[in-house]
């Protein structure tokens, strides 16, 4: 059985999980000013975001929504989608992750600001 990682130190940021359940998984993201997540999607969860501190943009299936504290977006599995922090603060969310499997190998990535592949 793989070790579960609790920590991720992406070039955008970080996050930490705070739950991982057999049916759910609960993280918290925050993104540096200036830098966004990759454009991407997943086969095997859904994805629900509640912007906690800072101001974001989303896209999803390129529509773009502007998100502050208190706001929050869901994205359904294969949609392709980001975030990138438009703020001079950090930007801090909650992801809760719903579905079938959870693994950060479920993740296609169309575009990436640092070069990553899928």
Do not use: A
Not at 28 to 35: E, F, M, Q, S, T
Not at 59 to 74: A, N, R, V, W
Not at 88 to 102: A, K, M, N, S, T
């Amino acid at each position: 059985m793989m070790e579960k990682e609790l920590i991720g130190k992406p070039p955008w940021g970080n996050w930490i999980v705070l739950l991982d359940e057999i049916d759910f998984k609960v993280k918290r993201i925050d993104v540096l000013p200036g830098k966004r997540l990759s454009y991407q999607k997943h086969f095997k969860r859904e994805e629900h975001w509640e912007v906690v501190r800072g101001k974001g943009r989303v896209t999803i299936d390129g529509d773009y929504f502007e998100l502050s504290p208190g706001d929050c977006i869901t994205i359904k599995k294969e949609s392709l989608h980001r975030i990138e922090n438009v703020g001079q603060d950090q930007l801090v969310f909650i992801e809760v992750q719903r579905g079938e499997y959870f693994g950060e190998d479920d993740i296609i990535r169309v575009e990436d600001d640092y070069g990553r592949k899928s």
